[in-house]
């Protein structure tokens, strides 16, 4: 099975690359994590509809055919760990490919959201996108950790 997180932006600062890294190496090969990053539309004076619609064409070209498409939005349902770690492991039951979606400064277009098979929260919390990619892996991370009974997970 591959997690393959499609994020809006392509620069981050090097501590959110090094801690990437290190999280995307942890995972066990049957379990890959993959990151497309996709530029995020100029703003300059386009109208949000416009930017929405160049960001949303960059980000369906990025996600492999077949896969589940989970968007990140503030309004999504609110995920516990282990409900997480729930969710991937039914994810894996199932055998599908799963792209995650971080979109860019104004959010993803709603259409976008809505037609997602599923639609999640990531935090309560504002977070800078750099900080939400690394949130999401740490956390992907951790949902395989409780599912293969591996001790980064302690409660």
């Known amino acids: 099975m591959r997690l393959v997180i499609v994020a809006v932006g392509q ?3 090097d501590w959110a690359q090094t801690a990437w890294d290190d999280y995307a190496k942890r995972f066990p090969f049957e379990l890959k994590v993959e990151l497309k990053a996709v530029k ?3 703003r300059g004076s386009k109208s949000l509809e416009t930017l929405y619609a160049a960001e949303r064409a960059r980000i369906e070209a990025a996600i492999p055919k077949g896969c589940r498409i989970v968007a990140l939005d503030e309004r999504g349902t609110t995920l516990t760990t282990v409900a997480l770690a ?3 492991q039914n994810w894996q ?3 599908d490919d799963v792209a995650l979606v971080i979109g860019g400064p104004d959010g993803l277009d709603p259409a976008f959201k809505q037609a997602a098979h599923e ?4 935090s309560d919390l504002t977070l800078p996108h750099a900080m939400v990619r690394v949130l999401l892996i740490e956390q992907l991370y951790r949902a395989w950790s409780i599912n293969a009974n591996h001790p980064y ?3």
């Open 93 to 95: 039951l199932e055998g």
């Open 40 to 42: 995020t539309e100029p």
């Open 11 to 13: 620069r981050v600062p």
């Open 119 to 122: 639609r999640v929260r990531l």
């Open 153 to 155: 997970h302690r409660e």
């Open 86 to 88: 729930s969710k991937l």
